[in-house]
């Protein structure tokens, strides 16, 4: 079992830049393959970012690639998401998810979620 918890959301204007956080307690996350996912209002939510259980593949969505960058410090068990060059099209709720799996993009295929963080990117 693993509890995931985010943190870093806000409003920020467009061009400009949020880390997300999410600790991680219970097993230590270096378990598990992580992934960044986002909900916008009246939409399904869609995956953002993954990292593997190792840290040796990333995978990101084409909308993203090039301004968020997914991380983790395993001593303080927690993963980031570094977002840059905010679009107003970002705006949405930000959840990190763990999975046993070596990595993965769906969202069926993580077991744990955290509650999501809020993010606002006004134009």
């Known amino acids: 079992q693993v509890q995931l918890v985010e943190s870093g959301g806000g409003l920020v204007q467009a061009g400009g830049s949020l880390r997300l956080s999410c600790a991680a307690s219970?097993?230590?996350?270096?378990?598990?393959?992580m992934g960044w996912f986002r909900q916008a209002p009246g939409k399904e939510r869609d995956f953002v970012a993954a990292l593997s259980w190792n840290d040796d593949k990333t995978y990101y969505v084409d909308s993203v690639k090039g301004r968020f960058t997914i991380s983790r410090d395993n001593a303080k068990n927690t993963v980031y998401l570094q977002m840059n060059s905010l679009k107003p099209e970002d705006t949405a709720v930000y959840y990190c998810?763990?999975?046993?799996?070596?990595?993965?993009?769906?969202?069926?295929?993580?077991?744990?979620w955290g509650q999501g963080t809020q993010v606002t990117v006004s134009s």
């Open positions: 219970g097993r230590t996350s270096s378990s598990y393959a």
């Open positions: 998810a763990a999975t046993t799996l070596r990595i993965a993009v769906r969202g069926p295929d993580y077991e744990y």
